[in-house]
């Protein structure tokens, strides 16, 4: 009785088990069921858990809190064949969840699933153990685990099996070990790329282009990532090219239909393309024609990554030349047309770099019309891409025709917002192309109509070398016309480029460049700051001598001195409109209508004299020695060196300050002038009459004339001999020229 009882409890239960799947049962009994010592019973329980944690990341979860994670990884390395592959099937699935694959880190699975990619073990086996690697992968550690255990050899031979399902796992794995990562990580990843291809993995991994599985698709987009990856070393391009893989890798690009992968086939070209010896192989291999074929191609993500390879390519020159030669140009500037901002960025980039110092290619775009999208490009676009639009336009502007052309599309007014742009290469770039343009008078008058001026001196102000070294170059070509000059002026430019030049980190060669410019419209102040006026700076109606000043004073000063520069120095009283006359003289106070009537008469009196007695004499000489006599005289004549302390000079200017109540003094009234009067006086007049001089200020109101003379007799050719720099007394010897670096030029300058 007691038997039969326990045989019948006993057969209902085993039918019980053998009709109802053990997934049906709870998962925690399932789990249990993981320790049974009967293997039936833990296959099937393997496959329930697989069946179970397939549906979601919450049942992954569950399986982990029951504690399913110790029971699986001791199974896969079970003596029964389907016991593995059932539990290597539940493990891979739940090694998808991250809290599974943190779990997993700790529990040193992974040499147990490097050990099971041995070719004897199932495919199956192979597909979820890879698939569980390919989780782990993504953590850098796990990463070095697996190097560390030999796990790389295996991944590479498993690229050559049959089953897609394993390739892709295998191919993600390989992918994580090799990519680069973090730079102190860079050299771990290095090693890994090293050991890829010294182990045979390239040749399998190009093999996996020509798959024709049905998700080809999903292997062809993983070899290419693990592809780009290796092909990231010179080092090893070289020797992927020498096995025949690079031309591989072009002809791909042309054969596959599925744009995704022609997509990321192109990139890895592209990555191929940073190098010179890489570019130098990818012409030799002919990449020009196929890129060009892209081009037709209708997709857009295909057209922007061959863009973008374009680009690279035409840092190389023959390839630059290459893609004009073929008729590559016109199909790059319909890109320029595209709806996809994207797009248009990757065309601006390649015509960027295809113009660059190739004026053929410059003129392929015009003729293609590119400049006139280009200037359209400049509104509303992309910071990139208006710093590759205004790049293009630059180097285009470098031919005169173009450059024309481009003006007459409103190329200035387009340049003027980017100018407020807060992106370094918008401001690189468009600064350059403004200083290609505004080459010509109409063009710097264009840029001060649209109010570019002022954006363009605030460009001062920035801290990055290569905005500012271009702000200076672009200012320094807008100072070539006293309007534009002046309006900077009237921007506080100077003020700005005194800063800068004071600057040990700051200044540069263009700064001052740009600075001295500025000053060529401005010689009172130039005089003022720089102490020295040269030949070419000629004294006209309305300068100056303020005095040794700072720029800030100057800037202080400025507007209200502005209206007496007719009283230091008016060559010519010019006559105004009577209206107009009226109109500036009821605007403005007393005390400038005051000054403003004072004309410096006796200087226009000496000016005509210095022209009837000098300019008739032929000896070059002599001209000027009359002249500084002439300037003597005026000025209270011939002092001795001993007897300079008893010229009463100072007290001279003090009596026609209080006689003119005020502190500017015509130049033609001074009567018994020091050394810095007298220079003044000289330069002026040589100017009026074109003979050449400089002013020089010295120390304790010295100042000195320097001029070139020819000191010898014309040759038997009929050539001057070299012209010679003499300083010219105008105070002890009035007319004796002294050699510049003389002692007695020396005592002439210095006290």
Not at 138 to 159: A, R, S, T
Not at 450 to 468: E, F, W
């Amino acid at each position: 009785m007691g038997k039969k009882v326990k045989k019948e409890s006993e057969t209902p239960c085993k039918e019980t088990f053998e009709a109802l799947p053990v997934e049906s049962k709870t998962p925690a009994t399932t789990v249990l069921l993981l320790s049974s010592p009967e293997e039936d019973i833990v296959i099937k329980a393997c496959e329930a858990i697989h069946i179970f944690a397939e549906k979601g990341d919450e049942n992954k979860v569950s399986l982990l809190e029951l504690g399913a994670l110790g029971p699986l990884c001791q199974l896969i390395a079970h003596n029964n064949k389907l016991v593995r592959r059932n539990a290597f099937m539940a493990l891979g699935i739940m090694a998808i969840n991250g809290d599974v694959k943190k779990a997993l880190k700790k529990m040193d699975v992974i040499p147990q699933l490097i050990d099971k990619l041995s070719l004897e073990e199932d495919t199956v086996v192979h597909e979820f153990a890879t698939l569980c690697l390919a989780s782990l992968s993504v953590d850098f550690v796990c990463k070095v685990q697996i190097f560390d255990n030999n796990g790389l050899p295996p991944l590479i031979e498993l690229l050559s099996s049959q089953d897609p399902d394993v390739k892709k796992n295998s191919l993600e794995s390989i992918f994580n070990l090799v990519q680069v990562a973090q730079i102190a990580k860079y050299i771990f990843d290095y090693q890994c790329r090293l050991a890829f291809h010294e182990l045979g993995g390239i040749p399998p991994l190009l093999e996996l282009l020509n798959s024709d599985f049905p998700d080809l698709s999903d292997l062809h987009a993983e070899a290419l990532r693990v592809l780009a990856n290796c092909l990231r070393d010179s080092e090893r391009v070289q020797l992927i090219h020498k096995d025949g893989g690079l031309k591989r890798l072009i002809d791909f690009l042309l054969t596959s239909n599925v744009s995704e992968i022609q997509t990321g086939a192109v990139q890895c070209i592209t990555r191929v393309a940073q190098s010179y010896e890489n570019r130098k192989l990818l012409h030799e291999l002919n990449l020009e024609k196929t890129l060009i074929e892209l081009m037709s191609v209708s997709e857009i993500g295909v057209k922007t990554a061959t863009c973008q390879a374009v680009a690279a390519m035409s840092l190389h020159l023959a390839s630059k030349d290459c893609f004009r030669d073929l008729g590559g140009i016109p199909a790059v500037v319909q890109g320029l047309s595209s709806e996809s901002p994207k797009l248009r960025e990757a065309t601006t980039q390649a015509l960027s770099n295809l113009t660059y110092n190739n004026h053929h290619n410059a003129l392929a775009v015009y003729k293609a019309g590119g400049h006139e999208i280009l200037i359209q490009l400049l509104r509303g676009s992309c910071s990139r891409t208006v710093a590759n639009a205004s790049a293009t336009l630059g180097n285009m502007a470098r031919q005169e025709v173009v450059r024309c052309r481009i003006l007459s599309h409103g190329a200035i007014h387009a340049l003027v917002e980017p100018l407020n742009s807060t992106d370094k290469w918008v401001l690189v770039n468009t600064t350059q192309c403004l200083a290609a343009l505004v080459c010509d008078t109409e063009a710097r008058a264009e840029l001060l109509r649209a109010g570019g001026l002022h954006p363009l001196v605030n460009l001062l102000q920035s801290h990055d070398k290569d905005v500012l070294n271009n702000a200076c170059l672009t200012i320094n070509v807008c100072a070539s016309d006293e309007a534009t000059a002046v309006e900077m002026c009237k921007f506080g430019a100077l003020e700005l480029l005194q800063e800068i030049n004071q600057s040990v980190n700051r200044r540069s060669s263009l700064s001052q460049l740009a600075m001295m410019s500025l000053l060529d419209f401005n010689l009172s102040v130039k005089y003022s700051l720089t102490g020295h006026l040269a030949f070419s700076d000629i004294i006209n109606d309305g300068f100056y001598d303020a005095g040794k000043v700072s720029l800030i004073f100057y800037f202080k000063t400025l507007r209200f001195q502005r209206v007496l520069f007719k009283c230091a120095a008016s060559h010519y009283r010019k006559k105004k409109d009577s209206d107009k006359e009226k109109e500036e003289t009821q605007s403005e106070s007393p005390t400038k209508k005051a000054l403003k009537m004072m004309d410096d008469g006796l200087l226009r009196v000496l000016v005509k004299e210095a022209k009837n007695s000098i300019l008739p004499l032929n000896d070059e000489r002599e001209r000027y020695a009359a002249l500084a006599r002439l300037v003597s005289e005026v000025m209270g004549g011939a002092v001795k060196m001993e007897k300079l302390h008893e010229f009463p000079w100072v007290l001279h200017l003090s009596e026609l300050k209080f006689q003119l109540h005020s502190n500017i003094i015509p130049i033609g009234s001074i009567r018994r002038g020091f050394y810095c009067h007298r220079a003044l006086l000289f330069k002026c007049l040589a100017d009026c009459m074109g003979m050449s001089s400089t002013l020089v200020r010295g120390e304790y109101n010295r100042a000195w004339n320097e001029i070139l003379v020819f000191s010898g007799n014309p040759s038997s050719h009929g050539h001057s001999s070299q012209p010679c720099r003499f300083i010219i007394d105008l105070m002890h010897q009035p007319g004796s020229l002294l050699g510049a670096t003389t002692p007695a030029a020396v005592q002439y300058q210095t006290i």
